[in-house]
Each structure stands twice: as C-alpha cells, then as structure tokens.
C-alpha cells in the first residue's frame, strides 16, 4: 500500500533562512503530488502539486518542491522564509490505480518561523 | 466564493450522545470526503463517496456512518459518541474521474470533543 513519510516532524528555523522538508513516498507507479499547508486553526490549502513534466515545480508564497522519480521524493523548499510561513505542512501522494482520488497524507511537518 | 462549508465548527458531546457534521460544496464536484486529524497522524479518510446517493468506507470507518442524499451534501453521523471520536474532522471535495487529478478542496474543519 502506498504510504508517505515526513522524517521531520518539527522545523525550526530563523526568519530570512532557506528550509527544507523532506518527503519520501512509497512508490513512484501512476501518482500525483501534492503539498499542503495548514494554517493555524485553518483547513488545508494546496500548496503545489505535481502532475507530470518538469521536476521542479513552483507553488504559493515562493515555494517549490522537487519530484525525483529514482528516490521517490518530493521536498519542499523555500530560499528565504517568513513569519507567515509558520504552519503545519503535509505532503501527500494521489494513488491513480483506484476507483476514487485516494489521497495519503503524510504525517505532517510543523515549520516554526523564529524572528 | 464558499467552496466547501463545515457545519457545526465547534461541538462538544457526551459519551454516548449522538451528532451530525454537515459538509455543503458549491463546486459541483462528484466526489467528496471526510477524514479525521490528530495529532502526529496526518489525515486519515473516515468515508468518502463517488457521487450521489453513493458511500463507501475509508481507513477508520467504524463508529461512524455518512450520506449522500444530494450532490452537493456529505453528512457524517456519529451514532454513539466515544472519547476516542475527540478530533478534528475535515471533509474535502474533488472533481472526481476524468476531471480532476487528486487534489482536494478542504472546508475549515469541525472540532469535536467527546468527554
């Protein structure tokens, strides 16, 4: 079964420093990625998503993430971050072998912005 | 603009006592879910359906029962509160088969309390 892995469950990091979160999903055969932010007492907005084509892939408030099929990772980035940028990010995986847009979500990676 | 509506966004229950969260999408999308949020644990899909009049179970569907009576609805009923039901639930639309590639359109959630 396909399954998504966070290896950071907690991100501190200073204001105007670059960040990355790190995801690795289970299998490369017929997905689409995805990752989103949660705000604080918020739902969860996309953040980017990747479809097929280009690698790199360039979402919302300057981030971008790269797909990379051999090691079956999708990480996030960001070169200079904000206050704003503190939330909980998840990164998830679409499973296109089944009937309905099975969706597995990863464990999350709260990011905390220091001033 | 609504998108997908949560209602109630607060709700505290007594074990045993019995509710409905309410998901209205004005997106006219086929498919729509509602998973659950705790911590460290990402979200994890309660039932989801593929259009009206259908259901179907997802990764923790016990104690829990939904339906799908008009398209643009997805109740999510809890028979008989328990405090392992304490979370915070969000329900998601897609545009299901053909047109969409995975990627959910999230209401604000609806945090339950069972004491």
């Known amino acids: 079964a396909q399954s998504v892995t966070q290896l950071d469950s907690q991100v501190p990091v200073f204001e105007e420093a670059p960040v990355e979160l790190r995801c690795n999903y289970s299998s490369s055969v017929s997905v689409y990625l995805f990752w989103y932010v949660q705000y604080p007492n918020q739902g969860l907005q996309l953040l980017l998503k990747y479809l097929s084509g280009s690698t790199l892939v360039k979402g919302i408030n300057g981030f971008e993430a790269e797909f990379n099929k051999s090691q079956t990772s999708f990480h996030l980035r960001k070169p200079s971050v904000h206050i704003s940028d503190t939330a909980e990010y998840f990164c998830a995986v679409s499973d296109r072998k089944t009937s309905y847009d099975k969706v597995i979500f990863g464990p999350g990676t709260s990011l905390s912005v220091i001033p | ?115």
């Open chain 2, 1 to 115: 603009n609504a998108g997908v509506t949560q209602t109630p966004k607060f709700r505290v229950l007594k074990t045993g006592q019995s509710m409905t969260l309410l998901c209205a999408q004005d997106m006219n999308h086929e498919y729509m879910y509602w998973y659950r949020q705790d911590p460290g644990m990402g979200l994890r899909l309660i039932h989801y359906s593929v259009g009206e009049g259908t259901t179907a179970k997802g990764e923790v569907p016990d104690g829990y029962n939904v339906s799908r009576l008009k398209k643009q609805n997805f109740l999510l009923g809890l028979e008989s509160a328990a405090p392992s039901q304490t979370s915070v639930y969000f329900c998601a639309s897609s545009p299901g088969a053909g047109g969409g590639t995975g990627e959910l359109f999230f209401g604000e959630g609806s945090r339950l309390t069972v004491l």
